[in-house]
């Protein structure tokens, strides 16, 4: 039987390992750990035709000589933006990407719906299929965690794959699947549109070598189904509609299209919030005077100018702006795509990286779209831009996506001393080379936080055993996606997690050990150093399980269930004992008892990385428990051992 090598990029450890247990189930097979380092794990899936062993690397741009977002970017990505997991797969001294996928699972309002999107653009302009696996009809609540309505993304985003696929020819598609806490009645209106089971395929096909062409029929039709589905569920008449979603896309025009079909009236939003420049509230009432139309959605900061109104608009910028120097193309529709940028103290807003991307993938390669950037950037920022626009995106993800999307950028902002427009040069084209780079054996890393948080769940997770359970692993740039409790053969979930406070911190890990029936929840804080433990996070641990257990869990499901279902009853009184940990690298004896004092911390992991790490330990009374599951561990798992202070 031929062995394959294949290797999971990750920004984090549970990204590469939902992805691992991803081609698991595609070959209805499992995933054993190998011997390997607790920082750089290596599994191995065994399946009909081969046996996969495959290597988790966890956060981009750490190990040496290989950052995905770079190797992208050079490939014509043009955005410098990762994806959650890539798999790689190794071959002749070259390593080469399969398969980009990215993950949310938090509640699709707003612009976290949005925000991803320059990252899937990306991939498509490298030439690397891409999958958007979300999850739909999770459930908000409101201040009191009482469930209040299911939250829905703006259909416009499942369109914009959709588009950017059939615009491409790539694949560039989410795939739906159940919010844990979706109810049975929204599961039956949304149930044609989950494609889930059909990413497995895909994922099979690609690694197999086999024609996708089917699979990608399915799944471009469950997301269209998505969109629909989405648009008709709106109460107000906001959206397209039905079939208007189908006519749009096979368009050749899309901006004409909107033009000529769409019948809404559209006006830009305004949060009060951002302070802008009076002239600003002069061009926003002018467009809205000029027939402008929504780009599929009224609620979106994007709109359609006709081109007979084209003219009109560059003679009055040319007098409002003091003869500013105004030259878009008069011979096509423009569309406008209205950016804040910034915070009100002028730092960036992140999500609006993404209304750029957003609005290419819905118009298509052809459409001209106007960036108006309005928001209070530093002065600085004005400074670069005018000097050299290109180091400008070097360093500002927001203007990257602007000038690699959009034709014309205008900025007109109450802190820029002059208004600004210029042609961006942006050019579409899609590589048409599989992304490959040079394999490198050994990588090195830079060890950090990431490698205290890899360390952590590859020793505690998946000994349930030994009556230990991991029912939270948040590293950096995870996700909050819910904290479980496992009770009598059923593992509960709180999705939509409370917020920190004063009093509490929501932890980086929790897990659940039952001894002699006795149950204890075991928070972790993890940090790259010892001093970056903030004083008395011991008891800001603890009082984050007190407060969520002040609530009832969202979803549940049945030990040998793999779906969730909506919890609407009470798990009634849980009796628990609590243990906080401070997590980091290993400096000195010393430090471990400055960091369990100043903490309020039961016990300390302090790791100390090679290809066998050392796990220094150090407790009070309350964390001696620890100790005996960790030995019990040490034996059954090589990559570690434990030196006990």
Excluded at 99 to 110: M, R
Excluded at 529 to 546: A, F, Q, S, T, V
């Amino acid at each position: 039987m031929i062995t394959r090598n294949l290797r999971i990029h990750g920004d984090n450890i549970v990204e590469c390992e939902r992805t691992l247990k991803m081609i698991a189930e595609a070959y209805n097979s499992t995933y054993e750990l190998q011997k390997c380092p607790v920082y750089f794990p290596k599994y191995s899936i065994r399946t009909k035709e081969c046996i996969f062993l495959i290597e988790l690397l966890s956060g981009h741009g750490r190990w040496s000589d290989i950052d995905l977002g770079s190797i992208i970017y050079k490939a014509g990505g043009r955005l410098r933006e990762s994806a959650d997991s890539y798999l790689t797969e190794i071959s002749g001294g070259q390593e080469t990407i399969l398969l980009g996928i990215e993950y949310c699972s938090a509640l699709p309002a707003g612009n976290n719906a949005w925000q991803r999107n320059g990252r899937a653009l990306a991939s498509v302009y490298a030439n690397v299929p891409y999958l958007y696996y979300a999850e739909i009809g999770g459930i908000e609540l409101d201040e009191n965690r009482t469930p209040k309505a299911p939250r829905y993304p703006n259909p416009a985003v499942p369109f914009s794959y959709v588009s950017l696929s059939h615009d491409m020819n790539s694949v560039c598609l989410p795939v739906y699947r159940a919010h844990p806490s979706m109810t049975d009645q929204n599961m039956e209106a949304y149930k044609t549109a989950l494609g889930y089971a059909d990413g497995l395929v895909f994922i099979r096909q690609i690694l197999n070598g086999e024609d996708t062409t089917t699979t990608i029929k399915t799944l471009k039709e469950k997301a269209v189904k998505m969109v629909e589905i989405l648009s008709n569920g709106r109460k107000k008449k906001d959206t397209l509609k039905g079939k208007e979603w189908g006519d749009l896309l096979l368009s050749e025009n899309r901006p004409s299209w909107l033009v000529q079909n769409y019948r809404e009236e559209w006006k830009k939003k305004s949060s009060g919030k951002v302070r802008v420049s009076d002239t600003f509230m002069l061009f926003k009432s002018k467009i809205e005077s000029l027939s402008v139309v929504p780009i599929t959605a009224k609620d979106l900061p994007f709109c359609v100018v006709p081109k007979r109104n084209l003219h009109g608009l560059k003679t009055w910028m040319k007098q409002t702006y003091n003869g500013l120097d105004v030259s878009f193309d008069e011979d096509k529709d423009l569309a406008l795509v209205w950016i804040t940028g910034f915070k009100p103290r002028g730092d960036d807003s992140r999500p609006d990286r993404g209304l750029s991307p957003l609005c290419r993938m819905i118009l298509g390669k052809d459409a001209n779209i106007m960036a108006v950037v309005s928001g209070p950037g530093s002065k600085y920022t004005w400074n670069k831009l005018r000097k050299s626009p290109k180091d400008l995106c070097k360093s500002n993800g927001l203007f990257e996506a602007i000038f690699s999307c959009c034709n014309y950028l205008f900025v007109d902002s109450a802190t820029c001393d002059n208004f600004i427009f210029m042609p961006t040069g942006a050019t579409l084209k899609k590589n048409t080379k599989a992304v490959s780079f040079q394999y490198i054996p050994q990588p090195v890393v830079n060890f950090f936080e990431h490698d205290t948080d890899c360390a952590i769940h590859q020793i505690l997770s998946s000994h349930n055993e030994l009556g230990i359970y991991e029912c939270f692993c948040n590293p950096p740039g995870g996700d909050w996606s819910g904290i479980s409790y496992f009770k009598n053969e059923k593992e509960y979930k709180w999705t939509s997690l409370p917020r920190v406070s004063e009093q509490s911190k929501r932890p980086d890990h929790i897990f659940q050990i039952v001894r002699n029936d006795a149950l204890f929840f075991v928070t972790i804080e993890s940090k790259g150093y010892g001093r970056d433990l903030e004083d008395n996070i011991g008891k800001r641990l603890k009082d984050y399980i007190n407060d969520l257990f002040k609530s009832e869990p969202t979803a549940y499901k049945a030990d040998k269930e793999s779906e969730w279902r909506f919890f609407n009853g009470t798990i009634g009184h849980v009796k628990y004992n609590l243990i906080s940990v401070g997590a980091f690298l290993f400096k000195d004896e010393r430090d471990l008892t400055t960091q369990l004092q100043r903490g309020s911390l039961d016990a300390i992991f302090a790791f100390e990385f090679g290809d066998v790490t050392t796990l220094h330990f150090l407790s009070s009374r309350e964390g001696n428990i620890l100790l005996e599951y960790l030995r019990k561990i040490e034996l059954e798992q090589s990559g570690f051992v434990i030196k006990v202070h």
